[in-house]
């Protein structure tokens, strides 16, 4: 849908969605079961007044943060045009509408990263075409210099329109491999990866709403799951752990255990059930962490959505250098089979050493 003209430039409005997006991006996995969005406030001249973004379910969305904003600065007045990563919601759930604070506003045109997908909250847009006296509507979509914000907000969303549409939260595979493949770290070490890819893989864990293991990884490695080398997020709610344990060979202790690390355990007898039980529990993004069994019966399911794979590089040590003496980084490439919503979070994407589209199983 697109309404009216024009008004702003699109190379202001693309400015503005990376403003949006990298702002919204900053508050990955504490959104859930609400997506993360950002919104961003430019006047007549396109120059960006305010960018916020939805922190948390239960506190306002991105758009009527940003309005709150520029009242508190004493800029409202000279909002012009709204650029918002996801259309503004049309229903009232814990919060009043956002199209309704929009129709409300100064604003006289909207820029749309990428379509509600939830049924009941879509509809912003042909809302706010409603206005009395008009309202510019414009999607990103419909404009090819918008292609890579388009991209970009398609990703941000992707885990909560896997859960809304598919009944089923988005899958991250985390992989650590050596150079000759194997994912065994050598004696005396818990891992072989260098610190950028303890940083992405600590990114990729807050940045999750969710956490599928199996009980050969607890029983083996008693792993904690906590956000340790990137900070995270105060006063997050409990994070959901899947724990894959046909045999029931964990002990209850365990759960105990990880309640008072800040984790709500799900138990789960089959990992094919693991991402919709994760989702009717509200998450819409789970990275999977375990060993060589858990990660060949995912790719045997064939149930990944995103797949990182950190490898050494031929002829590196697990010291980080080179025989030669010299240091070399790990490689960090990630398969995706949607716009991966790791790719669109900055601090993520500058580890990246390939991201690469597929609908090809990992093996």
């Known amino acids: 849908m697109q309404s009216a003209d024009v008004i702003t430039d699109l190379n202001r409005v ?32 396109g120059e960006i007044l305010v960018t916020a973004a939805h922190h948390r379910a239960g506190t306002p969305h991105a758009e009527a943060r940003a309005l709150a904003d ?3 600065l004493g800029v409202l007045h000279r909002a012009r045009c709204a650029v918002v990563t996801l259309e503004p919601c049309n229903h009232t759930g814990r919060t009043p509408p956002c199209s309704e604070a929009l129709r409300a506003s100064p604003v006289r045109e909207v820029w749309i990263g ?13 809302r706010l075409a409603e206005r009395p006296g008009g309202m510019s509507v414009h999607f990103a979509a419909g404009h090819p210099a918008l292609a890579a914000q388009h991209e970009s907000c398609r990703a941000l969303i992707g885990p909560f329109a896997s859960r809304v549409t598919r009944g089923r939260c988005r899958i991250t595979v985390k992989q650590a491999l050596d150079a000759q493949g194997s994912m065994s770290p050598p004696p005396g070490r818990t891992t072989f990866t260098d610190s950028g890819s303890l940083r992405l893989a600590h990114l990729l ?50 759960d105990a255990e990880m309640r008072s690390a800040g984790f709500h355990v799900l138990r789960v007898r089959d990992l094919a ?17 375990g060993g060589p069994a858990l990660l060949e019966a995912v790719r045997a399911a064939d149930m990944w959505d995103d797949w990182l794979t950190l490898r050494l590089p031929s002829g590196r040590l697990p010291s980080g250098r080179l025989h030669s003496g010299r240091h070399h980084s790990d490689l960090r490439d990630l398969a995706c089979r949607s716009p991966s919503p790791l790719a669109a979070l900055p601090e993520a ?11 090809v199983t990992q093996g």
Do not use: K, Q
Not at 40 to 45: C, H, N, R, S, V
Not at 228 to 252: I, K
Not at 281 to 287: L, S
């Open 14 to 45: 693309a400015l503005a969605f990376d403003s949006a997006i990298a702002e919204a991006a900053r508050f990955m996995g504490a959104t859930a079961p609400n997506p993360p969005v950002g919104c961003a406030l430019l006047d007549d001249e």
């Open 273 to 289: 059930d693991a991402p919709a039980s994760l989702a009717a529990h509200g998450a819409n993004w789970a990275m999977v962490e």
């Open 205 to 254: 864990r807050r940045a999750t709403d969710a956490i599928i293991t199996g009980a050969g990884t607890v029983l083996a490695d008693n792993p904690r799951f906590t956000v340790r080398h990137v900070p995270d997020y105060r006063d997050r709610a409990p994070r959901l752990l899947a724990l894959c344990d046909r045999r029931g060979r964990v002990p209850a202790t365990w």
């Open 349 to 359: 994407a500058a580890l990246l050493t390939s991201v690469t589209p597929t609908s």
């Open 70 to 72: 520029a009242a508190r």
């Open 114 to 126: 990428a379509a509600d997908p939830h049924h009941l909250a879509a509809g912003g847009a042909a």
